[in-house]
C-alpha cells in the first residue's frame, strides 16, 4: 500500500465506524475521536450485522472492530468486510482474554489492534495510520498473539506449513530475513536497529520490504511466517 498517495487521494477528515457492543465505550470512543478536527464518526455499529449494513452506507475509511459481541462477532464481520472491493481499513479493538479471535482476524488481513485501555493519543495515531495503510501493532501485542498461536498440531500439518512459509522466506535477503526474525521475537523498530546494528529508517525499509514480499497486511502476519518456517 502505498500510504503518501491514500493520505493526498484522500479529502476531507477521515471517516471512522465505531463497532462494539457496549454503548458507553461507543460514546467515549466517538468523543475522542470527533474532538480531532482530521476524524470524524460517521456511524456505530453494536454488532457484526449493523457493521456491515452501516459500512455499505458510509463507506468509512477506518473501522474500529471490536471482537466479541453478541450475534455476529468482529471476527465474522471482519472477514467479510475485507472481500469486498475497496474494503475499510479494519482496526480491531480488544482485550488480552480474547488473542485467539484477535489472532484470525489479523490473519484475514485486518491491519493491526489496540487495546481498550489504550491511552487516547495513541488510539489517534493508531487510527491515521491505519487509515494511510500502516499496520499497527505494538510489539508486546505481537508476542503475545504469537503466543497463543502456538497450539498443538498434527505432523501433517506442521510439515505443509514448515514447507509453504520455507519457500515464501527464501524471497527475501539475508537482512530482510533477520528482521523478519526480530518481529516475531516482538520487537520494535528500536530494538530490532539495536540487535541488528542498523538505523531505524533501515528497519522500516526491510519492514516495508517484506510487506511487499510476503503480501503482508500486518506484523503478526510476518511473525507468524517465520515461527511456519522454524517450527
Given amino acids: 500500500m502505498d500510504s503518501d498517495s491514500d493520505s493526498d487521494s484522500r479529502r476531507g477528515p477521515v471517516r471512522v465506524v465505531i463497532v462494539d457492543d457496549e454503548q458507553l465505550v461507543r460514546m467515549a470512543l466517538r468523543l475522542v475521536i470527533d474532538g480531532e478536527p482530521d476524524l470524524t464518526v460517521v456511524a456505530e455499529a453494536a454488532d457484526g450485522d449493523a457493521a456491515i449494513a452501516v459500512v455499505d452506507e458510509h463507506r468509512p475509511d477506518v473501522v474500529l472492530m471490536d471482537v466479541r459481541m453478541p450475534g455476529r462477532d468482529g471476527l465474522s464481520a471482519t472477514r467479510e468486510l475485507l472481500t469486498r472491493p475497496a474494503p475499510p481499513r479494519v482496526l480491531i479493538l480488544t482485550t488480552f482474554d480474547s488473542d485467539d479471535l484477535v489472532l484470525g482476524a489479523l490473519r484475514t488481513g485486518a491491519l493491526g489492534f489496540v487495546l481498550k485501555d489504550t491511552q487516547p493519543p495513541q488510539l489517534l495515531d493508531a487510527v491515521r495510520a491505519v487509515a494511510d495503510g500502516n499496520p499497527v501493532l505494538s510489539p508486546a501485542a505481537t508476542a503475545r498473539v504469537i503466543a497463543a498461536a502456538t497450539g498443538p498440531q498434527s505432523s501433517h500439518a506442521r510439515d505443509s ?71
Fill in 161 to 231: 506449513s514448515r514447507d509453504a512459509a520455507r519457500k515464501q522466506l527464501a524471497a527475501l535477503t539475508e537482512r530482510e530475513l533477520d528482521t523478519a526474525r526480530a518481529i516475531a521475537d516482538g520487537l520494535g523498530n528500536p530494538e530490532i536497529a539495536r540487535r541488528l546494528h542498523i538505523s531505524v529508517a533501515t528497519v522500516k525499509a526491510h519492514t516495508g520490504s517484506l510487506f511487499a514480499k510476503l503480501a503482508a497486511e500486518n506484523r503478526v502476519q510476518i511473525a507468524l511466517l517465520v515461527r511456519d518456517a522454524e517450527g
